[in-house]
């Protein structure tokens, strides 16, 4: 599988990947042009304060961020801030992530999708570069279906 195409196979999903999958680093890369990668730690995840300072931290998120889900949503759907055209965000352990409340796991699960789906969905402009944006929830083999299987039922 080409560069090209591992990166545009999930042009429109968030993928879940186990920790003893391998995929190359050339591979996981945008074809051409500026990335912005963010990697994220899932046990530093695990209630709504540790979500939104490890997304802050990470994404550099602007000092108005509200520190609440729909600001979350809302910036994940901006990015204006950061001067890349792909964006790749990486969540380690995440099986940990909001593992005691599924009520916040699901608003969580559901802006990354959502914001998966938005920069999907927004069409390139003439003059202007085609922002796209991925995001990979890397997790244990052994729950990594169950992972998925959540993921999918948002």
Same mark, same amino acid.
Request: proline content about 5%; aromatic content about 12%.
């Given at each position: 599988?080409?560069?090209? $195409?591992?990166?545009?196979?999930?042009?429109?999903?968030?993928?879940?990947?186990?920790?003893?999958?391998?995929?190359?680093?050339?591979?996981?890369?945008?074809?051409?042009?500026?990335?912005?990668?963010?990697?994220?730690?899932?046990?530093?995840?695990?209630?709504?304060?540790?979500?939104?300072?490890?997304?802050?931290?990470?994404?550099?998120?602007?000092?108005?961020?509200?520190?609440?889900?729909?600001?979350?949503?809302?910036?994940? $759907?901006?990015?204006?801030?950061?001067?890349?055209?792909?964006?790749?965000?990486?969540?380690?352990?995440?099986?940990?992530?909001?593992?005691?409340?599924?009520?916040?796991?699901?608003?969580?699960?559901?802006?990354?999708?959502?914001?998966?789906?938005?920069?999907?969905?927004?069409?390139?402009?003439?003059?202007?570069?085609?922002?796209?944006?991925?995001?990979?929830?890397?997790?244990?083999?052994?729950?990594?279906?169950?992972?998925?299987?959540?993921?999918?039922?948002?």
């Amino acid at each position: 599988m080409s560069n090209a $195409t591992w990166w545009e196979r999930y042009e429109e999903e968030v993928c879940v990947v186990s920790t003893a999958s391998s995929l190359s680093v050339a591979r996981a890369l945008p074809p051409t042009g500026l990335i912005y990668s963010a990697r994220m730690q899932g046990q530093q995840m695990r209630d709504s304060d540790g979500v939104f300072t490890q997304f802050y931290e990470a994404l550099r998120l602007p000092d108005y961020f509200g520190w609440n889900w729909n600001a979350l949503r809302d910036c994940l $759907t901006d990015l204006h801030w950061i001067s890349a055209k792909h964006f790749l965000l990486t969540i380690d352990d995440a099986d940990a992530v909001l593992s005691e409340s599924s009520e916040e796991r699901e608003i969580l699960f559901r802006a990354l999708n959502g914001a998966v789906k938005f920069w999907a969905g927004k069409p390139e402009l003439p003059g202007q570069e085609k922002i796209t944006f991925r995001t990979v929830l890397l997790c244990p083999p052994d729950v990594q279906e169950e992972v998925l299987r959540e993921l999918k039922t948002y």
